[in-house]
């Protein structure tokens, strides 16, 4: 008998197209939602397991799309060899600059992501690795470019770059420059009989014989017969084989680098006719052979078998390893075979395997089943490096003990997390360093299963929101996640929830918010920092994310604060011509409030506050300016900023601040304001 909804009330009814397209909707951030409370129990595992942090570090240094507000918020923690190779940051001249000192600038010299310009050559002249520079093929190359740099490159490397614009005009010019050995191997010179024959005397033979973009011709090979090299043109795939190229120089080649050139017309009419001159050993390798059942049985006492398995043309089956298993080489077959791979194939020869070999195979159809059916038998240290297997965090939790963190795959699923769960890792190895907070969360992942429920209430506020009541704790996680960790006012707070689960998350924000306004662990701190509900009910989301998109960067940040800094000065000189410039006259305390409900203010709009406190308070600390200060508030960072300039000098009077004008950036005037440079 089947269930009607009324004997099973949790049956999901579908009435109608509408109530499909809301249930799928539901469905899709209830995936999302719970990916992301996953992902909140693992970011523990990551910030405090040693290698799997070290792993982490490297993995999203070199690969990670960080914004620059993270670099310096997280400046002690990064691998700056790996940041130096990271191809996805927003590269800048003034980034560029203000990390002058961090760079690795051999590795950043080879990175093809930044703004190449000559201006941005001439402007770290002195930093750049030139070696590397000269190999660079990102480089606006030009004739004047060169000509510019002419005594800083390194002319082998750039006789090898095969993205100069290169012409016989070009070639001419700087004969005496070029390094012919590497010239010789360059496939993007404009080859021709002409050039070739004007520079004869200058070719390396050795790397000529094997460029394959030469215009090759039998009148080539013959007109400079004496100087090639044939042992290295016997691999040259770029000649026009055929078996009269071949009976021509019989006794010039060498037959075993011809036995490996895959561009030969090989037929087996070829292979017989000159079958005692071919090396049967690299033929046995050669996926270009007319590879068939027959053929291996046809040559089978002839052929290499360990060299056989290593070849991705030989058509494998089961049966085919059946009939030659006492002639395989299992090492190479396992590694690189292009068997019909299944995991019923793995099964069958399991005693047969090399398994260190085997776990290496990226051929192989993997699944964590696979993975876990013989666990004891894989070489873990293979397995980590072997970017085929299915990774995700799931994976990688599983078997935390045993893989090798060194190797990247294993943390390849980070470049899939949102900036978010980033920070909170990074956030999390500061503490463990004593350089944060209490890492303990009010909405912290276990309390999606571990927090007690009220029910009634969850339903109640699930049937306003249009959300099923089951994924409501998920949704109230989420937002008290977001709001906990700094975007409190409603504007940042909706950015973080799309950034996280999608638009689709758009109709529910306003009621999520509100449920974690009114939620038992919601401290009152964080309520004094949430906006109003009504200003939240009247709220347009839109124009809000809209208002919200130019905030994103501390740099914003600091040039809005030179602006404030600037009425400041203008507000405290107008003082000051009032109030004459005497022990008895405006404190530094006065001086500094409106500054400080400014900065406050300012805070407030910024999508991600604590990061942008975050950073300002690494400036102020590595400074040795300023003690700790709380990040977790605008308001609490403001009156610990000016509690802390009041220690320099707390009875001082005040008279205007230094013209901002005078400072070349926002930075020298925040960190001059810091230092106690006001004139008494």
């Known amino acids: 008998m089947s269930e009607t909804p009324e004997s099973n009330p949790g049956t999901l009814v579908v009435s109608s197209p509408k109530a499909l397209a809301i249930a799928n909707r539901q469905l899709r951030i209830a995936g999302q939602a719970l990916a992301r409370i996953g992902r909140e129990r693992y970011i523990e595992f990551f910030a405090t397991h040693p290698q799997a942090s070290k792993a982490f570090i490297a993995e999203v240094s070199h690969n990670y799309p960080l914004t620059e507000s993270m670099i310096t918020c997280y400046s002690g923690l990064w691998d700056w060899n790996s940041l130096s190779w990271n191809r996805r ?15 690795k600038w051999g590795a950043l010299s080879q990175n093809q992501a930044l703004p190449w310009s000559e201006s941005l050559l001439s402007r770290f002249a002195a930093s750049w690795d030139w070696r590397s520079i000269s190999r660079n093929e990102a480089l606006p190359w030009s004739d004047a470019l060169l000509e510019r740099f002419i005594t800083r490159w390194d002319w082998g490397f750039l006789s090898s770059n095969e993205a100069l614009p290169w012409t016989d005009a070009l070639i001419d010019r700087y004969a005496d420059r070029w390094v012919w050995s590497s010239l010789s191997g360059n496939t993007a010179l404009p080859w021709s009989d002409a050039l070739f024959d004007r520079y004869a005397g200058s070719w390396n033979w050795s790397n000529i014989s094997l460029n394959e973009a030469l215009p090759w011709s039998e009148g080539l090979i013959d007109r400079y017969a004496d100087s090639w090299n044939w042992y290295v043109l016997s691999l040259n795939k770029g000649l026009p084989w055929n078996e009269s190229l071949l009976d021509r120089y019989i006794n010039r080649w060498h037959w075993g680098r011809l036995s490996f050139n895959s561009a030969l017309p090989w037929t087996d009419a070829l292979i017989d006719r000159y079958a005692n001159l071919w090396n049967w050993s690299y033929l046995s390798g050669n996926s270009a052979l007319p590879w068939s059942e027959a053929f291996l049985e046809r040559y089978a006492e002839r052929l290499d078998w360990c060299r056989i398995e290593d070849n991705v043309a030989v058509p494998w089956t089961q049966a085919l390893i059946d009939r030659y298993v006492d002639s395989l080489c299992w090492g190479f077959l396992s590694f690189k075979g292009n068997l019909p791979w299944s995991e019923a194939l793995i099964d069958h020869n399991c005693d047969s395997w090399e398994w260190e070999y085997l776990s290496a195979n990226e051929a192989i159809p993997w699944t964590e089943a696979l993975i876990d059916r013989y666990a004891d038998r894989w070489d873990w240290e293979q397995l980590s490096s072997n970017s085929a297997l299915p990774w995700s965090e799931a994976l990688v939790k599983t078997y935390v003990d045993r893989w090798s963190w060194e190797y990247g795959p294993v943390t390849t699923f980070l470049l899939q997390w949102p900036e978010a769960s980033i920070r909170a890792v990074m956030d999390l190895m500061l503490q463990k360093l004593g350089r944060g907070s209490n890492p303990r969360r009010a909405f912290c992942a276990a309390d999606v299963v571990d927090h007690p429920k009220d029910e009634q209430h969850h339903e109640n506020l699930a049937q306003s929101a249009g959300l099923d ?179 320099k000098d707390p009875d001082s009077y005040i008279v205007p601040l230094q013209d901002p004008r005078t400072f070349e950036n926002a930075e020298e005037l925040v960190l001059a304001m810091l230092k106690g440079t006001w004139d008494h």
């Open 89 to 103: 940051l927003s590269w800048t001249v003034a980034f560029i600059d203000r990390y002058s000192e961090r760079w």
């Open 469 to 647: 009541p089951a994924l409501m704790e998920a949704g109230i996680y989420l937002a008290g996640f977001h709001i906990e960790t700094g975007a409190r006012a409603f504007a940042a707070y909706c950015k973080a929830m799309i950034d996280d689960l999608g638009d689709d998350i758009k109709p529910h924000l306003k009621q999520l918010y509100a449920a974690v306004r009114f939620d038992p662990r919601t401290t009152e701190d964080m309520q004094k920092c949430m906006d109003s509900m009504a200003s939240v009910e009247d709220a347009d989301v839109e124009n809000l994310l809209s208002r919200t998109s130019d905030m994103d960067d501390p740099t914003t940040v600091l040039r809005e604060m030179e602006r404030l800094c600037s009425e400041f000065a203008q507000a405290e000189a107008t003082a000051a011509a009032s109030v004459p410039a005497r022990p008895d006259g405006i404190t530094r305390r006065d001086a500094l409030r409106p500054f400080m409900d400014k900065l406050e203010d300012l805070l407030r709009q910024e999508d991600d506050p604590p990061a942008t406190m975050r950073w300002l308070e690494t400036c102020f600390y590595d400074e040795g300016l300023v003690g700790e200060m709380r990040t977790d508030d605008p308001m609490a960072f403001a009156i610990d900023l000016m509690e802390n300039l009041l220690e």
